[in-house]
T-cell receptor, first 109, second 115 residues
Framework: KQEVTQIPAALSVPEGENLVLNCSFT??????LQWFRQDPGKGLTSLLL?????REQTSGRLNASLDKSSGRSTLYIAASQPGDSATYLC????????FGQGTRLTINP | GAVVSQHPSWVICKSGTSVKIECRSL??????MFWYRQFPKQSLMLMAT?????????EQGVEKDKFLINHASLTLSTLTVTSAHPEDSSFYIC???????????FGPGTRLTVT
């Protein structure tokens, strides 16, 4: 059974810093890995999708990497801004997504 | 970009009544949609997979007679919570899979409160 873990559960950093969020999964036979953002009381916004054959994806200030052999993915956020404050979720799977518990990120002005 | 809508965004109902939640893919067709529920400060839990033109597939522990799912068209899936009880109060989120891309797009969620 696939299990997804995100560390840390919460992170608070000053504006402008670069930061890394971590996601680990137990079964390396994944299809896709997807990073999402969730604002309080809202749905999920897809940030990046990494297919099984890929190693990383980039979008603006975001870069996500995937290392299937070690069962890890990282989400790198460059030059953080207060608007980046949200909960970040990673999920793995093809049809059925298995989610981590999320990292609650706070960027302090 | 791909947009998924949900209606209503929030609903309050009395115990024993039924509530229907709609999930629509606005600018793409989705043969597969998914329904999740999320408790406060917890992650998403998959409830069921909704397949257009066929019966939904429910996850273990989810009562199919209580959570009725209908996927009548390529852009619409509905979740009906029957005989709702206070413990059904939760945030329900749907997603739609954009087949050619493999990516799932999520709706904004529906907050259900059963009094």
């Amino acid at each position: 059974k696939q299990e997804v873990t995100q560390i840390p559960a919460a992170l608070s950093v000053p504006e402008g810093e670069n930061l890394v969020l971590n996601c680990s999964f137990t079964d390396s036979a994944i299809y896709n890995l997807q990073w999402f953002r969730q604002d309080p009381g809202k749905g999920l916004t897809s940030l990046l999708l990494i297919q099984s054959s890929q190693r990383e994806q980039t979008s603006g200030r975001l870069n996500a990497s995937l290392d299937k052999s070690s069962g890890r993915s990282t989400l790198y956020i460059a030059a953080s801004q207060p608007g980046d404050s949200a909960t970040y979720l990673c999920a793995v799977g093809a049809q059925k997504l298995v989610f981590g518990q999320g990292t609650r990120l706070t960027i302090n002005p | 970009g791909a947009v998924v809508s949900q209606h209503p965004s929030w609903v309050i109902c009395k115990s024993g009544t039924s509530v229907k939640i709609e999930c629509r893919s606005l600018d793409f067709q989705a043969t597969t949609m998914f329904w999740y529920r999320q408790f406060p400060k917890q992650s998403l839990m998959l409830m069921a997979t909704s397949n257009e033109g066929s019966k939904a597939t429910y996850e273990q522990g989810v009562e199919k007679d209580k959570f009725l799912i209908n996927h009548a068209s390529l852009t619409l899936s509905t979740l009906t919570v029957t005989s709702a009880h206070p413990e059904d109060s939760s945030f329900y989120i749907c997603s739609a899979k954009r087949e050619a891309y493999g990516e799932q797009y999520f709706g904004p969620g529906t907050r259900l409160t059963v009094t």
